[in-house]
């Protein structure tokens, strides 16, 4: 299939890695669109970063990252996507609003365009229930970063024709990706929910007094060849992210995705991690000593 033109919704972190592989690797003009024109300004200023280093590296040529540049159109204007054959939805982990999104997209895109969302672990069924045409609503679940990360979770809904699987699976080929078919539509899909079990054990080994922090991150990244520990990596997720995905978890898995005690009080602490300067580890830079 040709793809004359792609639509990516929503121009954060996901929407942003999403658009340059798309932009990169297929020859369709690739439409963003955000409410905030001060993001979609971002977008652009890091998707240049992004082919500026793909240059410099020797992966492209400066003519060809200056085509994947030109393919690329930032906008506020949701009646842009119009004709899209395929549109991704990235915008933030909340159900009403990504039903609102969805149908919009659904007036807006022709019955044969794949409406696809980013979510991490939302159920694809309930997003596809605010549309005419829930046969082509599908998760298409990449991973950050999306220039990077080679796998995208493909989550069948209630109602996700077999066409529409068809068509995402080889769409993500297009952009060079492998794909996993997650059957059923059930919290967490299939990585949110493994991941989440690794962390809710490496939580109560810390709880418990089994070892500290930076050792069982050590041990996961030496033993498992990880890149990150558990606890570094839900620094740089942020506690309250880590919470409320597990949160849902325990309310549709049950007891065994509770989230622990610690975790709970140091959110209500404020030590979210990185972004609040501590965390499991602290990030606040030491003043210099005389
Ligand atoms: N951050 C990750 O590591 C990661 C990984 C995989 C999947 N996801 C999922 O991807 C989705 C996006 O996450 P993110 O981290 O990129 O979020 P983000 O907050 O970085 O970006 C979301 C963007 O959506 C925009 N937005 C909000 N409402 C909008 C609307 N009505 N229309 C258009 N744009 C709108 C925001 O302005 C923002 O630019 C979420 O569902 C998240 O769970 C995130």
Not at 204 to 222: F, N, P, Q, T, V
């Amino acid at each position: 299939m040709s793809y004359q033109k792609l639509g990516i919704v929503g121009s954060g972190l996901m929407g942003t890695g999403i658009a340059f592989v798309a932009a990169s690797r297929t020859e369709a003009e690739t439409v963003v669109v955000d409410v905030a024109e001060e993001l979609l300004k971002k977008s652009r200023a890091s998707i240049e970063g992004l082919a500026a280093r793909a240059v410099e590296k020797g992966q492209a040529k400066q003519e060809e990252a200056g085509e994947w540049l030109k393919r690329l159109r930032f906008t506020a204007n949701y009646g842009d996507l119009e004709g899209a054959s395929f549109v991704i939805e990235a915008v933030p982990e909340d159900l009403a609003l990504k039903r609102r999104v969805f149908a919009d997209l659904d007036r807006l895109c022709s019955e044969q365009a794949v409406l696809a969302s980013n979510t991490t672990g939302l159920p694809i069924t309930q997003i596809a229930s605010a549309t005419r045409h829930p046969e082509r609503v599908i998760g298409a679940h990449f991973f950050n970063p999306a220039p990077v990360m080679k796998l995208v979770e493909i989550v069948r809904g209630y109602a996700t024709s077999e066409e529409t699987i068809q068509k995402t699976k080889e769409f993500c080929s297009r952009l060079g990706k492998e794909t996993i078919l997650v059957e059923k539509d059930y919290t967490g899909f299939v990585t949110t929910r493994i991941y989440n079990g690794y962390l809710v054990e490496a939580l109560h080994c810390l709880e418990e007094g089994i070892a500290s922090a930076s050792d069982i991150d050590k041990a996961c990244k030496l033993a498992y060849n990880h890149p990150m520990g558990p606890f570094e990596l839900m620094d740089l997720v942020g506690l309250e992210t880590v919470l409320s995905a597990m949160e849902s978890l325990h309310a549709a898995h049950g007891e065994r995705f509770r989230p622990s005690l610690l975790l709970r009080q140091m959110v209500a602490a404020g030590r979210l991690g990185r972004k609040s300067g501590s965390g499991f580890y602290s990030y606040v830079k030491k003043e210099k000593s005389a």
